[in-house]
């Protein structure tokens, strides 16, 4: 906390990461209030969080390049106009909705990359970014238990619109302060890092991919676990049942970042994997409701150390000019599975029944693991190379 803008960069960057969670819900009630059609309203959340990871990287490229005050603040007006022009065209044809939903998506600036990256670049000590990334990653857990229910509540009090506009809000207190708060040469000195694509580091590879099973665990779970209530005849308690699935993860999350780690950020990526897949196991195997929130908790209690190890060991396979972008294809990769997993998970739950969806799952948990221990042998051959 003594680091410079450490405290500026915690507290905008916990504001300016609410949107990436209040908007996909806000879409949803928006369109479907304003069209009343749930097929719209799940078209333009979907074509908003796909453009948003397919665009995220580049515009943390740009970040890397030029700087987070020449790129923040820009990007975060087009996102403006954007969603203005999908707030007042909501009830227009679907055309429009899709083209300025894709449009705000893909303007979004992702807060939390940027936020490591400067938490990357500022502590060198392997014991202090370890606690940054835990804080960072309680945050993100804290935005997808309070963005949601804000949105919500938003929606019931004010009408359709006023969530996407807290959401602005939020998105333009978060990316002005940390611009305003951002070196003014935070951007890259040598361009020619730039030249060659992340995708040909050795590493990054096996963990996008992996990245991307982990979201369909995310994505498939909260079909699942959504499907189950309802078939239990208490759909009003699935989101009480997510947030105890993210309060396992925020309880971890804290825990992992007192502790200091000898082990490598690969080893505690892959062993939290693991750890996760036989979680998973439980919803899938003991098809118990009573029992439910305790084998939800005990599953989350793996996001925050998978996803800080993974945070981490990006930060160590990727040059520290790059990390813009390369937070950005991480977050990017984890929404692509969770808009893969939920288009999946739905069907297969529509047609072999809510409890089998864990059984999708922990497929993908099994998927996720045996990439990271690919990538684990894979360090270790380079390194032996090396």
């Not at 009408?159 to 602005?168: D, E, Q, S, V, Y």
């Not at 939020?170 to 040469?185: M, V, W, Y």
């Not at 780690?261 to 036989?278: E, G, V």
């Amino acid at each position: 906390m003594r680091k410079p803008h450490a405290l500026a960069t915690l507290g905008y960057g916990a504001i300016g990461r609410l949107p990436l969670a209040m908007n996909p819900v806000a879409i949803v009630l928006l369109i479907s209030a304003t069209t009343d059609s749930y097929a719209y309203a799940g078209l333009a959340s979907g074509s908003y969080t796909l453009a948003s990871a397919l665009i995220g990287p580049r515009i943390g490229r740009l970040a890397d390049l030029h700087g987070s005050r020449k790129v923040l603040i820009p990007i975060t007006l087009v996102h403006i106009l954007s969603m203005c022009a999908l707030i007042k065209l909501s009830s227009s044809s679907l055309i429009f909705i899709l083209l300025f939903a894709a449009s705000s998506g893909a303007s979004l600036a992702n807060i939390g990359s940027f936020t490591r990256t400067r938490w990357g670049r500022s502590l060198p000590d392997n014991k202090e970014l370890n606690s940054a990334l835990s804080i960072e990653s309680v945050l993100d857990e804290f935005s997808f238990v309070a963005g949601p229910a804000c949105a919500g509540l938003l929606f019931a009090k004010f009408g359709p619109k006023f969530a996407l506009i807290a959401g602005l809000l939020f998105l333009f207190i978060g990316a002005s302060g940390l611009s305003l708060t951002s070196d003014k040469n935070d951007f890259s000195k040598n361009p020619e890092e730039h030249k060659h694509g992340l995708l040909k580091i050795v590493l990054v590879k096996p963990l996008l991919i992996s990245l991307v099973a982990l979201g369909c665990i995310f994505g498939g779970n909260t079909i699942a676990v959504l499907a189950v209530a309802k078939e239990a005849g208490f759909e009003s308690q699935g989101g009480l049942l997510m947030a105890i699935y993210s309060l396992g993860s925020l309880v971890a999350g804290t825990l992992y970042g007192l502790k200091h780690w000898k082990s490598s950020n690969s080893h505690r990526y892959a062993l939290a994997l693991f750890f996760m897949t036989i979680a998973t196991f439980g919803p899938a195997v003991i098809h118990i409701y009573s029992i439910l929130p305790f084998l939800l908790m005990v599953s989350g209690v793996a996001i925050s150390p998978t996803l800080i190890a993974a945070n981490a060991l990006l930060k160590d396979i990727v040059p520290n000019e790059r990390l813009n972008e390369a937070f950005a294809f991480l977050g990017g990769a984890i929404s692509i599975g969770i808009t893969l997993g939920s288009a999946i998970s739905g069907t297969f739950v529509s047609i072999t029944g809510a409890w089998n969806g864990f059984y999708f799952v922990s497929g993908c948990a099994v998927i996720a693991t045996c990439v990271s221990f690919f990538g684990l042998v894979t360090q270790k051959k380079v390194l032996i190379h090396e």
